[in-house]
């Protein structure tokens, strides 16, 4: 039974899902929450490999051989070809792709350069699209589903994250693009964060800029990765009729915005 055909809530055993990003953060809350209901996993990292070993040592702990990890660095295409082959060796199979890694930092007009661009883009843009292009096959023998995690400034863009806004409005059209693609067997779709976690050692967000923002958000709290977290395991298990969609996890902040 392929994937997207399990029965809405049903834990779904020895299904096999990639997941980027995966050792901390929003990638992490992502990953309990897919093995929780019965999904084996391939957690990717790039940098963060103490975090990553401690998650997987903690997954496998609660089921044996549920988990392997496996290193790349996103941002090269010969890596993404070879993260691709193994991620289908780990357990023989793939039936589903989180495209979650993400760079995230203020780039403003007149200071941009091709650091940068080479950054947000390849991370954001250009390995969801390599990862999914090379994973294709396996996703169809399967009948898998991808997710990816996009942004809701996609529509309404930050000001000082001139190259963020492009990568992940890209990454937007690369869902529905892949939804057209790979149907009808698999399934493609997003979830757009609002303020989820706070960026890390980024001052282009203060207190008193992070306090405004929160004031306006209609639920009156941040997200948490639990939040995002059940949006995805909706999307890649239980949404057998639903492709093409983004879906904006945000508290509400994005019709205020």
């Given at each position: 039974?392929a994937?997207?055909q ?10 096999v899902?990639?997941?980027t ?20 996993l391939?957690?990717?990292y790039r ?10 040592a ?15 660095d ?20 793939l ?10 930092f ?9 650091l ?8 954001n ?15 169809r ?14 529509e ?19 869902i ?14 997003g ?9 890390e050692?980024?001052a ?9 923002i ?14 995002i ?5 909706f ?23």
């Open positions: 039974m994937l997207q399990e029965t809405a809530g049903q834990v779904v055993e020895q299904r899902v990639l997941i990003g995966a050792a901390r953060r929003v990638g992490a809350g992502i990953a309990r929450l897919l093995h929780a209901r019965g999904v084996r391939v957690l990717h940098g963060s490999r103490g975090e990553a070993e401690a998650l997987a903690e997954l496998n702990g609660q089921r044996p051989d549920s988990v392997r990890l496996l290193q790349a996103l941002l090269d295409t010969q890596g993404l070809q070879q993260l691709a082959a193994q991620a289908i060796a780990a357990f023989g199979r039936d589903g792709l989180v495209n979650n890694a993400s760079s995230f203020p780039t403003e007009l007149g200071e941009i350069d091709e940068a661009w080479h950054d947000l883009m390849g991370s843009l250009k390995a969801p699209l390599f990862l999914s292009q090379a994973l294709a096959p396996a996703l023998r399967s009948g898998g589903a991808i997710v990816g995690i996009s942004d809701i400034h996609v309404r863009p930050m000001k000082r994250h001139v190259v963020y806004n492009l990568a992940k409005a890209g990454h937007a059209q690369l529905r693009s892949l939804a057209l693609e790979l149907a009808p067997e698999v399934r493609v779709n979830v757009a964060p609002g303020v989820n976690l706070w960026p050692d980024d282009s967000f203060d207190a008193a800029e992070r306090a405004a929160e004031a306006t958000i209609p639920l009156q709290r941040t997200g948490q990765p639990d939040d977290a059940r949006a995805v395991a999307l890649l298990l239980d949404a057998s009729y639903v492709t093409g969609q983004i879906l904006a996890v945000d508290g509400g902040r994005s019709i205020v915005l």
